[in-house]
């Protein structure tokens, strides 16, 4: 992927002479302003680049309702998927790194080990549950600043004749790598993904390419146009839930009533208690949509029991999962052509954030230096 300065190169982005930028700044619940903020100065190690593209989602939502989240200071910057170019690069950072050279980034990095001992989550390879994890925000805005550990671990060049919206989807398409990696499928399973939002619609691709066209991929969704993407993208079915059980509508379509893996990826009570009675026996669960702490999901512990079903939980990524997502966006691999569905201007960030509740949009981008 490292690639030397060629004449296709973009140009290095010169910095505004004003030294400030219009950036999106989170104060708290449902209070998001567009304002006047110093452009950072690099320090020892870091990077600044230019944000060609940033994209939101549904965790931005969830962060902009609650006005809290373990990923974010408030008030502080907002944001943390995006794709740009290097603009300055602080003193030691490493030699790779150079003005001019498309790159994107994950939004953290866990224990580098040139810092010192890492900690215990890290030594017991479970790198996603880092007890020193460092996330970065900032991604609506002009410009952002990449930390030196994330410019060590989870930077990474792209060749000049990549689209950044090609790669814009890095981060969160790294939590669905993270998620295929760790879930344990039989080639017999069915496999039904709860929601056909662009997560969901991650999985399907995801899944499809690591399990190949034999594997049982059923989407579920009340929304036809979103399963008629599933479908699209590798979905074996797509099962419209809308008014009826979940059940009875995954019996009417592959004649059971259950399946074998369940990926719930809403992050709602009610959607993880539907998943969950989807799951037959010696199935799992899969937990992926982020529900807030304190809420509580009934369990028959029984039935857990007797048919040795299995709840297995996924957050976040490691740098090889961050890898692997932007090698195979790079590649081509993941349609991102077909789940980008508005494209708007860093002013509009409000109606983006209102969009993702309406579910009027697959996936928005904005343009910070439009
Ligand atoms: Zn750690």
Request: glycine content about 10%; hydrophobic content about 40%.
């Amino acid at each position: 992927m490292s690639l030397s300065t060629t004449p296709g190169s973009p140009p290095n982005p010169a910095l505004p002479a004003s030294g400030v930028m219009r950036a999106a700044v989170l104060y708290g619940a449902e209070d998001v302003r567009i304002e006047d903020v110093p452009i950072p100065v690099p320090g020892p190690g870091e990077v600044l680049a230019r944000v060609d593209v940033a994209s939101i989602d549904f965790t931005d939502r969830k962060v902009y309702l609650r006005g809290s989240h373990p990923m974010i200071k408030v008030p502080g910057l907002f944001g943390h998927e995006w794709a740009g170019t290097v603009a300055a690069v602080g003193p030691g950072a490493e030699e790779r790194w150079r003005p001019g050279q498309r790159v994107v980034a994950a939004n953290s990095a866990p224990c580098l080990p040139e810092e010192g001992p890492l900690c215990l989550q890290c030594r017991r390879g479970r790198v996603s549950m880092c007890e020193n994890i460092r996330y970065t925000n900032g991604a609506f805005a002009p410009y952002i600043l990449v930390p030196s550990r994330l410019a060590r671990m989870n930077l990474y060049e792209i060749p000049p004749d990549v689209p950044p919206e090609r790669v814009v989807f890095t981060e969160p398409y790294a939590c669905v790598v993270h998620a295929v990696r760790r879930i344990p499928i039989h080639p017999l399973d069915v496999v039904v993904i709860v929601g056909a939002g662009p997560m969901g619609l991650f999985f399907v691709n995801a899944l499809r390419r690591r399990y190949g066209p034999d594997l049982s991929l059923v989407s579920l969704d009340h929304m036809g146009s979103r399963l008629d993407v599933a479908k699209a993208m590798g979905a074996s079915r797509g099962v419209n839930t809308r008014g009826r059980a979940a059940g009875e509508a995954l019996r009417e379509a592959i004649g059971r009533p259950d399946a074998d893996v369940v990926i719930e990826v809403i992050g709602t009570v009610e959607t993880h208690r539907e998943a969950l009675s989807l799951v037959g026996r010696g199935g799992t669960l899969v937990s992926f949509g982020g529900v807030a702490p304190g809420q509580i999901l009934p369990v028959d512990i029984g039935r857990l029991h007797y048919e040795e079903i299995s709840i297995l939980s996924i957050y976040h990524h490691t740098p090889p999962d961050v890898a692997e997502a932007v090698r195979q966006l790079v590649a081509g691999e993941v349609p991102v052509e077909r789940l980008i569905t508005a494209r708007l201007p860093l002013t509009e960030l409000r109606r983006a954030l209102d969009m993702v509740g309406d579910r009027t949009t697959l996936r928005t981008v904005l343009i910070p230096n439009h």
